[in-house]
């Protein structure tokens, strides 16, 4: 069985501040999606990895894929409310299922 | 377009009641999937369809029952559903494959 473990589970800081989500397994996946989910809302596809050691920008959020193709990170700079959210990862592990993170729950304090 | 829409928004049923929610997307998208998701927890699969036709089912109860009429839509009917089924429902779409899914809203449902 594959699993995805998100620390922290929760995380609450102040706008301005930088941050650091970490999303490990010990299985590998052949590509590593990150989504955040707004309450009442779908997740939204933030970013997709595919090659070990990549790093992926978005505006202020920096995604990156281990080398071993087994954990990510995503940091977030200079953090602001519109980041609040649920955030999860998604590793394809090739069996027509994404294999969910159990969630880091994120609240930018104004 | 990347939207995968979803309805209804919010449905109440009771436990004899016969209802369905329904899925919709124009992305040309070959594989569709149906989630659960409790309360500050992450969607848990519950089926996929690949090309219409139904590929995965995780040992879901018989009470709900998907349906995939063409390539844009997905529906799961219910019936005689449980109050601990009450959940948000969420369809999702990718092009091939697991990756990079496209959710929608979703349908907050619950059972009395």
């Known amino acids: 069985t594959q699993l995805l473990e998100q620390s922290p589970q929760f995380l609450s800081i102040q706008e301005g501040e930088n941050l650091t989500v970490y999303c490990n397994s010990s299985?590998?996946?052949?590509?590593l999606q990150w989504y955040r989910q707004e309450p009442g809302e779908g997740p939204v596809l933030l970013v997709t990895v595919v090659t070990g050691g990549e790093v992926k920008k978005l505006k202020r959020l920096t995604f990156q894929f281990g080398d071993a193709r087994k954990d990510s990170s995503l940091h977030i700079t200079a953090a602001q409310t519109g980041d609040t959210g649920l955030y999860l990862c998604a590793g394809e592990g090739g069996n027509e299922k994404l294999t969910f993170g159990t969630g880091t729950r994120l609240t930018i304090i104004p | 377009d990347t939207e995968v829409t979803q309805t209804p928004k919010h449905l109440v049923m009771g436990m004899t009641n016969k209802k369905s929610l329904k899925c919709e997307q124009h992305m040309g998208h070959r594989a569709m999937y149906w989630y659960k998701q409790k309360a500050k927890k992450p969607p848990e699969l519950m089926f996929v369809y690949s090309y219409e036709k139904l590929s995965i089912n995780e040992s879901v109860p018989s009470r709900f029952s998907p349906e995939c009429p063409n390539s844009s839509l997905l529906n799961l009917h219910l019936h005689a559903l449980q109050p601990e089924d009450s959940a948000l429902y969420l369809c999702a779409s990718s092009q091939e494959g697991a990756n990079e899914q496209y959710f929608g809203p979703g349908t907050r449902l619950t059972v009395t």
């Open positions: 299985s590998v996946f052949s590509s």
